[in-house]
């Protein structure tokens, strides 16, 4: 089967200039033709299904189901063997299969949280559609057991590796798991690059240092990173230059490493979230085979050791450390739309941002949400405090929920919270007068703003 979210390497088409999906890719290659709709689908979207068999094997002709879309581009016709068996109320082709050649195919991400009935679908799919093919043994316990031994093959018995820690989710567990690998031939560095949130590298070391054990160095680069970044606008020249800072200071790390050791550490390992690959992917015409550049990140590229963000509980790390919400690896250079180094948008953004985590936190709703975080706009708005009047900045909060960060949709907080919210920022920020509220799912927008 090929769902929506497998991407492919652009074919030549009627369609978009963006890279085709599979199922798309699938059409067009076995003689059917895609173009770019009419109409874009993206976001929650009801499929009704036109024919019970197949993929809807389980189903009923007429039933229908909310979905997660993310596409422009359609089949307008399909090869030939194949048939519809599902449309989007907008009458788009949503699934499509020929059962003789066993090729199946879905308009949407039947994976996330976000289309409810696409779990169920996906089972249907592997175990009765593919038959004997799977047998449903894999279990995440195991996990822990054969990256380890995944990680010992891939190095020397006397190779050392520096550990990029950025105090994520994904970047801990895969410094714990490698700790486990390999002890003390693991070197990890933590690098305070002056974007971090409200007493980050405080927080982070101490939980590297008494709860986890972690041999962690740590390297205050602030006057090197907003020294690069000072007067730099574009968002995409943001994350190139913040990358090339941190590989710098790694390789510089690894300098002074093979000077007391007298041997160069072998490998250089990080943690990311997939989505962060996925949305680094190079453009059309690069000569590789992935989707579009969305934007760069800093921690994919080098040799690379990812471990699952799920094994974490596995490993026995600290369950409030592994609820964190994501942080993007560029920090609050993404979140201050425009120059970080101008004025003090930096410490008004770290003050916004903790009064909006504490509140979410007091309100017992930090777990519902998968990231939340303010932005500082470059924008002043006209306000009146007290009997002045002010001309001050706007800031947006944003929360969203998703289960891996693919596909998110907004937090549709409570009036009373956004309000108590608003008024403590406004009433505890010096600089601020006005509070919005970003309520746009992922897709069209990211989550981040830049």
Known sequence: MVPNTITSSHAESEASQSSLYAFELIVERLGGKVRAG?????????????????????????????VWMSHDDEAVKLPDGFEVVARSHQGSVAGVENRARRFYGLQYHPEVTH??????????????????LLTGRWKMEDVPDEEIKVIRGMLGPEDHVIYALSGGVDST?????VHKAIG?????????????RY????????????????????????????????????????????????IAIFDAFAQDLEQTMGKRPAYLVQGTLYLDVIESCPPSGSGRT??????????????????????????????????????????????????VTEGNALDILRQVGEIFIQSIKDAGIYDSIWQAFA??????????????RTHSHVVA??????????????????????????????????????????????????IEWE
């Open 290 to 339: 992935h989707s579009h550049t969305i934007k760069s990140h800093h921690n994919v590229g080098g040799k690379v050791v990812s471990i699952v963000r799920a094994l974490g509980k596995i490993l026995d790390i600290p369950g409030a450390f592994l609820k964190r919400h994501p942080f993007p690896g560029p920090g609050l250079a993404v979140r201050v739309l425009g120059d």
């Open 199 to 246: 007493k980050e590298r405080e927080r982070v070391m101490e939980t590297f240092e008494r709860e986890l054990h972690l041999p962690v160095t740590c390297i205050d680069a602030t006057q090197q990173f907003l020294g690069k970044l000072k007067g730099v606008v574009d968002p995409e020249m943001k994350r190139k230059i913040i990358g090339k800072e941190f």
């Open 38 to 66: 009419q109409k874009q689908e993206y976001g929650m979207m009801e499929i009704e299904v036109e024919k019970a068999c197949g993929l809807f094997g389980n189903k009923e002709v007429g039933d229908r189901q909310v």
């Open 115 to 132: 289309s409810p009935d696409g779990m169920e679908t996906l089972q249907h799919f592997l175990f009765d559609i593919c038959e004997s």
């Open 184 to 196: 003390d031939r693991l070197h990890c560095v933590f690098v305070d690059n002056g974007l971090l």
């Open 397 to 446: 909060l944003r929360a969203v929920t998703s289960q891996d960060g693919m596909p998110a949709d907004w937090y549709n907080f409570e009036h009373k919270f956004l309000d108590d919210v608003v008024r403590k920022i406004c009433n505890s920020v010096r600089g601020v007068n006005r509070v919005v509220q970003d309520i746009t799912s992922k897709p069209p927008s990211t």
């Open 173 to 177: 567990v895969a410094a714990t798991a």
């Open 375 to 388: 932005v500082f706009l470059p924008i002043r708005s006209v306000g009146v405090q007290g009997d002045q």
